[in-house]
């Protein structure tokens, strides 16, 4: 299995990926920015080959609007909220399908 994070508590993962450096890979990634999204799947993909699809995507990135008071939140902070946690994932997902979509044809050929 290989675990694919875009986290940043770089400390940790760097032990990580000391401890596995086959099974681990660490790309930096700002949900907030959609402009590389399709760069960081191109290098996943580069990294996984080609031939390979993703067997599965975690879009676990997330924020709470501050202030937590609803007197006090603004709509631009609504809108960075849904920016993130809607869109983003999204996005993100759609820039993954083919890799996802060509390990699903690899599975169904292996399994029947």
Do not use: R
Request: hydrophobic letters at 40%; one cysteine or more; glycine letters at 4%.
């Amino acid at each position: 299995m290989e675990v694919w994070t875009g986290e940043d508590n770089q400390v940790d993962l760097i032990e990580l990926k000391q401890k596995h450096p086959k099974q681990l890979h660490i790309i930096e990634l700002d949900v907030a920015n959609f402009e590389k999204y399709k760069a960081v799947a191109e290098t996943v993909e580069d990294i996984i080959g080609k031939e390979n699809g993703l067997n599965l995507l975690i879009n676990n990135a997330g924020i709470f609007p501050e202030p937590e008071e609803l007197i006090d939140i603004t709509v631009e902070c609504m809108v960075d909220a849904y920016k993130i946690n809607c869109v983003a994932p999204i996005f993100l997902s759609k820039h993954f399908l083919p890799l996802l979509k060509k390990a699903s044809k690899t599975w169904k050929q292996n399994s029947s």
